[in-house]
C-alpha cells in the first residue's frame, strides 16, 4: 500500500507554486528538496506572495481543506503603504467591495483584521523597500480565498500592498521555517494541524 507524503514549505517571493511552467519562472522543484513523484501543491500562492504552502502526493487532500463543508481559517500578514486606521481595519473586517472574474464585483466576507507589529521571525525582504515611506502591517484571518482576494481588499481601502505572507492555515505555520524551507511531517501531526 502506498504512503502518502506531506510537506510544508515557506514559498519564496519570486516563485510559482507549481513544478511546470511554460514560462522562464521560479518553479517548487528549484527549492534544495527531492520530491517524490506526484508532488502537488494544496492551494496556492501568486507569484508576488509568499510563505506557507502545503505539498502533498496525497490527491484529497485540495477538496478537503478548501472545497469541504468546514471552513478552513488561512492568516496572512500584509505589509501595506501608509498608515493604516482603526476605522479602516473595522471596514475591512466587515467585509468590502472587490472586483471579481468577468467583470462583476464580490462582497468578501467578514473577517479577523488586526493592526500588528512585525513580527520578529519575519526576515526582511529581499530587495528592500523605501525607508522613507510609511508603511503598516495588518493580519488578517478569512475563510475563503478569492483570486488575488487580499490584495484587492487593501487595494480597496486606498492601501498599496508591498507584502503579503500567509503566516498559517488552521494550526499549521511558518514561525519555523525560513524562506526556501522545505519540512515534512507525518500524516497524523498533518492532519491534526489543518483540523481535517
Avoid at 503566516?167 to 525560513?178: D, P, Q, Y
Wanted: aromatic share 8%; proline share 4%; with cysteine.
Amino acid at each position: 500500500m502506498k504512503t502518502e507524503r506531506y510537506f510544508i514549505i515557506y514559498k519564496p517571493v519570486n516563485m510559482v507554486s507549481q513544478f511546470i511552467s511554460t514560462h522562464q519562472v521560479k518553479l517548487l522543484g528549484d527549492l534544495n528538496f527531492d520530491f517524490p513523484d506526484g508532488t502537488h501543491a494544496i492551494g496556492r500562492l501568486d507569484q508576488h506572495s509568499e510563505g506557507l504552502l502545503l505539498l502533498t502526493t496525497n490527491k484529497k487532500i485540495t477538496k478537503l481543506l478548501f472545497q469541504g463543508i468546514k471552513p478552513h481559517t488561512r492568516t496572512y500578514l500584509v505589509q501595506v503603504k501608509n498608515k493604516v486606521s482603526k476605522e479602516t481595519a473595522k471596514q475591512l473586517s466587515e467585509g468590502i467591495e472587490i472586483s471579481a472574474s468577468g467583470g462583476g464585483r464580490y462582497r468578501t466576507s467578514t473577517c479577523l483584521v488586526k493592526i500588528v507589529d512585525k513580527p520578529n521571525y519575519i526576515t526582511e525582504p529581499e530587495i528592500p523597500l523605501d525607508p522613507n515611506a510609511d508603511y503598516s502591517w495588518l493580519e488578517i484571518s478569512l475563510t475563503e480565498g478569492k483570486f488575488h482576494q487580499v490584495r484587492k481588499m487593501v487595494a480597496a481601502v486606498h492601501h498599496k500592498c508591498s507584502r503579503l505572507i500567509r503566516i498559517s492555515i488552521e494550526e499549521m505555520n511558518i514561525k519555523n521555517l525560513s524562506p526556501g524551507e522545505v519540512k515534512e511531517v507525518d500524516e497524523q501531526f498533518f492532519f491534526k494541524k489543518l483540523n481535517l
